[in-house]
């Protein structure tokens, strides 16, 4: 038994490396949080929240002009901002952000805050989990096309499995 035990240990196995994306409702403020919770570093890479697919037609609500409801807030980097290259510029209305990582570390946790509006239902303010079911969130690797998908559920949860360990 030692010896298959020695062997095992000898052919490994790669490391889980996934990205958890959660969307929550707040007031005043929306919060997204990216957290790496597999156990080895990934990156660098992109990652893009596509609020397209969602069928409440959910946008970033950024201005008072523009068509968003009520309260606005901007997209805003409130932990982990030394973790994000780059973060694209979202206009009232748009429906898509793409931030480009740097290496997270297992554990590392990103957190922006924002205001999300609904356009296909009379909820228009509120933003629950079932309403962002179905946006994407698409990571991207320098060279890749695409390399990872995932589909926020009802929960506001979206995972994204990486295949093994990037870095």
């Known amino acids: 038994m030692k010896w298959i035990t020695g062997v095992l240990a000898l052919v490994g196995t790669s490391a889980a490396a996934d990205l958890?994306?959660?969307?929550?409702?707040?007031?005043?403020?929306d919060r997204i949080e990216i957290a790496n919770i597999g156990g080895c570093e990934i990156g660098p890479l992109?990652?893009?929240v596509d609020l397209v697919p969602s069928p409440s037609g959910l946008i970033f609500d950024v201005?008072?002009?523009?068509?968003?409801?009520e309260v606005n807030q901007p997209v805003e980097i409130v932990d982990g901002a030394a973790l994000v290259a780059t973060m694209s510029v979202?206009?009232?209305?748009?429906q898509l952000l793409?931030?480009?990582?740097?290496a997270l570390q297992a554990g590392d946790v990103i957190r922006l805050t924002l205001d999300?509006?609904?356009t296909a239902s009379t909820r228009e303010i509120t933003v629950d989990g079932a309403e962002i079911a179905g946006a994407e969130v698409i990571v991207t690797r320098e060279g890749d096309?695409?390399?990872?998908?995932?589909v926020f559920d009802a929960t506001g949860?979206?995972?994204?499995?990486?295949?093994?360990?990037?870095?």
């Open 116 to 118: 999300l509006d609904d």
């Open 20 to 29: 958890e994306v959660t969307f929550r409702d707040g007031a005043p403020k």
């Open 98 to 102: 793409t931030l480009r990582l740097a």
């Open 46 to 48: 992109t990652l893009a």
């Open 145 to 150: 096309s695409l390399f990872s998908t995932g």
């Open 63 to 69: 201005s008072s002009e523009g068509a968003g409801v």
């Open 157 to 167: 949860r979206a995972l994204v499995p990486l295949d093994a360990c990037l870095s």
């Open 90 to 94: 979202v206009n009232d209305g748009d």
